[in-house]
């Protein structure tokens, strides 16, 4: 439990720094907006590049990753699905409900978690490649799509599947994790006066973003519709929401965020990865524990970076967080710690 606590407690000490902060009026009144787009178009790709450069993609493809990526496709879809069907959004706002349930924190937390937990934190690297090459892309993909088809935009098919095609040379995130996967590929080396700098920057990426989500929570009226104005020069959709029954229908949807992201998907992946793939006992709490972590501020950083509502998002990454430890808690109990 001291672990879980230790890996934990930089988390809620930047987003309380950064409530205080946004409370205060320290930093100003577009500091979330400057910050998020900060974290978005800088701090993040840098971070990104360094991180892929220097792995191989190859990684990711093993057993216990086919377990991880089972329990992520399904409580992904599954969020999908739900924010459609029962809340009634639409196509950008169901890819953020979809992050909200299935993208989880693992550099932030995954990483002392894992090494507090399991001794090491390789696994975690390969689950970070998963969502950085297969998953980010596809959120992205679709938040570009739906927040590309508002008015003065275009809908016809061939504007949105141009945009669909042009997204990675205009979107930070997946150009910086394209570069990096060619350095890795050639085989690279960048000079030391390059690395280090991305490193550096990439450095700025959590603790910013975790300021910005605190500067998020004050309730200011501003954070009941789009956070700042849409990155991609989309408006909202039909069917972003239903304003007759706004309070419950958000809090419905973070429950069913939450719900989905603690406990469907580690127990998909522990069904997926024992009695299917009857995985070691060391790898399957690698497994779970990391299906089990919360949801990455990244939703939010998304959400607001597009121009929509961040509330599910950023309650989701709020609530999500604290039940883990929960959840977290009883999989190492229940699967045993590693040795």
């Given at each position: 439990?001291?672990?879980?606590?230790?890996?934990?407690?930089?988390?809620?000490?930047?987003?309380?720094?950064?409530?205080?902060?946004?409370?205060?009026?320290?930093?100003?009144?577009?500091?979330?907006?400057?910050?998020?787009?900060?974290?978005?178009?800088?701090?993040?790709?840098?971070?990104?590049?360094?991180?892929?450069?220097?792995?191989?993609?190859?990684?990711?493809?093993?057993?216990?990753?086919?377990?991880?990526?089972?329990?992520?496709?399904?409580?992904?879809?599954?969020?999908?699905?739900?924010?459609?069907?029962?809340?009634?959004?639409?196509?950008?706002?169901?890819?953020?409900?979809?992050?909200?349930?299935?993208?989880?924190?693992?550099?932030?937390?995954?990483?002392?978690?894992?090494?507090?937990?399991?001794?090491?934190?390789?696994?975690?690297?390969?689950?970070?490649?998963?969502?950085?090459?297969?998953?980010?892309?596809?959120?992205?993909?679709?938040?570009?799509?739906?927040?590309?088809?508002?008015?003065?935009?275009?809908?016809?098919?061939?504007?949105?599947?141009?945009?669909?095609?042009?997204?990675?040379?205009?979107?930070?995130?997946i150009m910086a994790s394209l570069l990096g996967v060619v350095v890795s590929a050639l085989g690279l080396r960048l000079p030391?006066?390059?690395?280090?700098?991305?490193?550096?920057?990439?450095?700025?990426?959590?603790?910013?973003?975790?300021?910005?989500?605190?500067?998020?929570?004050?309730?200011?009226?501003?954070?009941?519709?789009?956070?700042?104005?849409?990155?991609?020069g989309g408006a909202r959709e039909e069917g972003a929401g239903r304003a007759g029954h706004a309070p419950r229908t958000r809090?419905?949807?973070?429950?069913?965020?939450?719900?989905?992201?603690?406990?469907?998907?580690?127990?998909?992946?522990?069904?997926?990865?024992?009695?299917?793939?009857?995985?070691?006992?060391?790898?399957?709490?690698?497994?779970?524990?990391?299906?089990?972590?919360?949801?990455?501020?990244?939703?939010?950083?998304?959400?607001?970076?597009?121009?929509?509502?961040?509330?599910?998002?950023?309650?989701?990454?709020?609530?999500?967080t604290v039940v883990s430890m929960a959840t977290l808690s009883l999989a190492t109990w229940a699967l045993g710690s590693a040795?």
């Amino acid at each position: 439990m001291h672990a879980l606590l230790s890996a934990f407690a930089p988390i809620w000490i930047l987003t309380a720094i950064g409530c205080a902060a946004g409370r205060s009026g320290l930093l100003g009144v577009q500091a979330e907006a400057v910050l998020g787009r900060f974290v978005f178009h800088v701090a993040m790709p840098a971070a990104l590049f360094a991180m892929v450069s220097g792995a191989r993609p190859a990684d990711f493809a093993n057993s216990s990753m086919v377990a991880f990526a089972a329990g992520t496709t399904l409580v992904c879809g599954l969020g999908f699905v739900a924010a459609g069907r029962f809340f009634g959004r639409g196509t950008a706002d169901r890819a953020i409900g979809s992050m909200a349930a299935g993208y989880v924190n693992s550099a932030n937390l995954g990483i002392p978690v894992a090494i507090q937990v399991l001794g090491d934190a390789s696994f975690v690297a390969q689950i970070i490649l998963f969502q950085v090459l297969l998953v980010s892309p596809l959120i992205l993909t679709l938040l570009d799509a739906g927040t590309g088809q508002g008015p003065g935009t275009g809908t016809r098919k061939g504007v949105v599947f141009r945009r669909m095609l042009t997204m990675p040379v205009r979107n930070p995130v997946i150009m910086a994790s394209l570069l990096g996967v060619v350095v890795s590929a050639l085989g690279l080396r960048l000079p030391h006066a390059l690395a280090h700098s991305c490193d550096l920057l990439g450095a700025a990426a959590v603790p910013t973003a975790l300021i910005t989500l605190g500067l998020s929570l004050n309730g200011r009226p501003a954070t009941d519709g789009p956070a700042t104005e849409p990155a991609k020069g989309g408006a909202r959709e039909e069917g972003a929401g239903r304003a007759g029954h706004a309070p419950r229908t958000r809090r419905a949807e973070v429950v069913v965020a939450v719900a989905l992201k603690t406990l469907v998907q580690p127990l998909t992946a522990f069904v997926v990865g024992g009695p299917l793939l009857r995985l070691p006992d060391h790898q399957l709490l690698a497994v779970v524990l990391c299906s089990a972590l919360p949801t990455a501020q990244n939703a939010f950083i998304y959400a607001q970076q597009y121009g929509l509502d961040t509330r599910l998002a950023r309650n989701s990454v709020v609530a999500s967080t604290v039940v883990s430890m929960a959840t977290l808690s009883l999989a190492t109990w229940a699967l045993g710690s590693a040795p």
